[in-house]
Structures are given as structure tokens and as C-alpha cells.
């Protein structure tokens, strides 16, 4: 994360969010970021994904939602 027209900060959240709620251990995930420009946005976005995973990820397991990207669940494409 260095430049938020290159990387927007969505696409960086969706990521996260999508792997977060991957069906593996969580004891053997562990998810790095590397921000190069050292961003109080990256981190406030890091922090409010955080806080929508621990809504998202149980949704994803009670409604089986195979397609664990917030983005394409609210486009509609999702299974």
C-alpha cells in the first residue's frame, strides 16, 4: 500500500475481508500487510474491516456463501 490510485483502499479491504473468511483453521492464517507510505487511512480502514468481519464471516457460514468477497456479494454475484 503506497498509493491509493494504484491500490485503492476498497479493493485492499475486500481482500482482507475475503480472505478472513476463508474456510481454513484460523490458528494457520496469518495475513500481512505491507503499507509503504505508513497511512492513518489504511490503518482506520484496516480497523472498521475488522470490526464488519466479526459480522461478515459468521453471515458467510449460516447462509453457506462459497463467494466470500464483500464486493461481489453486494454486486450480486455471488453463490
Known amino acids: 500500500m503506497a498509493d491509493l490510485v494504484i491500490e485503492p483502499l476498497l479493493m485492499m ?4 475481508l475475503s480472505v478472513l473468511a476463508l474456510v481454513y483453521p484460523p490458528k494457520n492464517l496469518v495475513v ?6 505508513s497511512s492513518q487511512l489504511t490503518f482506520y480502514a484496516l ?9 461478515w464471516v ?5 447462509f453457506d456463501i ?3 468477497s464483500s464486493l461481489l456479494f453486494w454486486q450480486g454475484k455471488w453463490s
Open 66 to 68: 462459497e463467494t466470500r
Open 13 to 16: 479491504v475486500n481482500t482482507v
Open 47 to 55: 480497523t472498521e474491516a475488522a470490526e464488519f468481519a466479526k459480522t
Open 32 to 37: 500481512y500487510l505491507s503499507d509503504d507510505a
Open 58 to 62: 459468521p453471515f458467510c457460514k449460516e
